[in-house]
């Protein structure tokens, strides 16, 4: 199938061409056409899976096509949990619509809201927002959303961990009643559906792959070692494997910092992103991480949710995640467009119980290997395999692990 097939306008098209864009991606071929017949759509798709063209080209033709006010009040808005998602999706938005007569901005915390205000005030077609800005520049009468035609819920299931029900259930409330409705969640968790009953009117059903699986091309291990000794192997790791882009995984903002400094001191460029770093320090590190400038990004998971970083070769959790499910949601990170990846995971002694939780939710055990020199001081056995010092950096072949899990609840 190509685009062509789609229903999309030549303007669109054009705009896809010129990104070199030829063949849509599944999410796109299932969500776009029901999108344009107006329907609301419920859909379960990953980062990287080409989901923001899939809500975002059909939304601009349907805008396109209507009255365009002399005022040019805000027609569709799309709600997302961060910064960084909110700032890439408006990206993808000025990119489709170049060749279209449409305006479109993002508003954010984290920034100044004075220009912020003024681009509301020039008019805007399309806005892009994360929930607390926008109530905020609502209460400042900066915006009106009486005139909103789509609503675009992108990471739902994230916008419900972080706890932004009530701000979606206010925004809800300033909403014309009749309006399109997309919903775009990881997956169709209880608080999902729930959510969706709520908002959605007879909806299309989306899924644009296997529910909840691991990335096919992603070779996962485990090093066991002890705490300690984590930041001297994982410099051993990027500095012998000459890694040049690597996403690491902390569970703390401190950790991350701590991290990132010592990288640092070894002369290997690095940066930390939380919810404690500034937006410009944020989108700074992104910036450099994606262009090559700086080869290791230290993040907690909240930071890091939507970052779309292509091709991405290797991601590191420093420390496991003590929710199962955010392990999958990070290793899936690498591993995309048909790219192989490589996870690994430092395994300290206290976090056995991590692997363990992980391995029931995947249905499969994990390799596991000790490094020369670098043995665990309590050496428990969970099919450890030793490593020779000079090979162990050297990328696996790549496996196939794939399996479906059920995912729980993670409110």
Not at 17 to 42: F, H, M, W
Not at 44 to 52: C, E, L, N, P, R
Not at 70 to 77: E, N, Q, S
Not at 176 to 183: A, M, Y
Request: zero cysteines.
């Amino acid at each position: 199938m190509s685009f062509n097939t789609l229903g999309l306008s030549d303007a669109l098209l054009r705009a896809i061409d010129k990104k070199g864009y030829t063949t849509p991606s599944p999410i796109q071929e299932k969500a776009i056409p029901p999108i344009l017949e107006r329907k609301d759509v419920l859909a379960s798709a990953q980062t990287g899976t080409g989901k923001t063209a899939g809500f975002t080209l059909p939304l601009l033709q349907i805008l396109s096509q209507g009255q365009i006010l002399r005022k040019r009040p805000v027609r569709a808005l799309v709600l997302t949990p961060t910064r960084e998602l909110a700032a890439q999706i408006l990206e993808n938005v000025k990119a489709y619509s170049e060749f279209l007569d449409l305006r479109s901005m993002v508003i954010f915390g984290g920034v100044n809201d004075k220009p912020q205000i003024r681009g509301l005030r020039n008019g805007v077609d399309i806005l892009v927002a994360t929930p607390g800005r926008l109530l905020d520049l609502h209460n400042q009468k900066a915006l009106s959303l009486s005139n909103v035609e789509i609503l675009v819920l992108d990471e739902a299931d994230r916008m419900l961990d972080m706890g932004f029900q009530r701000d979606i259930n206010k925004i809800l409330s300033l909403l014309p009643k009749k309006r399109q409705n997309l919903l775009f969640s990881a997956t169709f968790s209880k608080e999902i559906k729930k959510l969706a009953n709520g908002i959605l009117h007879h909806p299309v059903w989306v899924e644009a792959a296997p529910e909840n699986t691991t990335a096919e091309k992603v070779d996962q291990k485990i090093y066991r070692v002890d705490q300690k000794r984590k930041t001297e192997l994982i410099i051993k790791f990027i500095a012998e494997g000459n890694w040049q882009q690597v996403l690491v995984f902390t569970r703390t903002k401190h950790g991350a910092n701590r991290l990132s400094e010592k990288m640092s001191k070894a002369g290997i460029t690095a940066a930390a992103i939380h919810g404690n770093k500034s937006q410009g320090a944020r989108t700074k590190a992104l910036g450099g991480f994606k262009k090559g400038a700086i080869r290791v990004l230290v993040a907690t998971d909240i930071a890091a949710r939507g970052l779309d970083i292509p091709l991405l070769p290797h991601v590191v959790n420093f420390e496991l995640p003590n929710i199962s499910e955010d392990y999958v949601h990070r290793i899936g990170r690498t591993g995309r467009a048909g790219a192989s990846g490589e996870a690994i995971s430092l395994v300290s002694q206290e976090e056995l119980s991590y692997v363990k939780g992980i391995e029931r939710l995947l249905g499969e055990k994990l390799k596991s290997e000790v490094i020369e020199g670098f043995e665990p001081t309590n050496n428990v056995e969970h099919n450890n395999k030793p490593a020779s010092r000079n090979n162990s950096h050297r990328k696996p072949k790549p496996k196939s692990n794939t399996r479906n899990y059920n995912r729980r609840s993670r409110r």
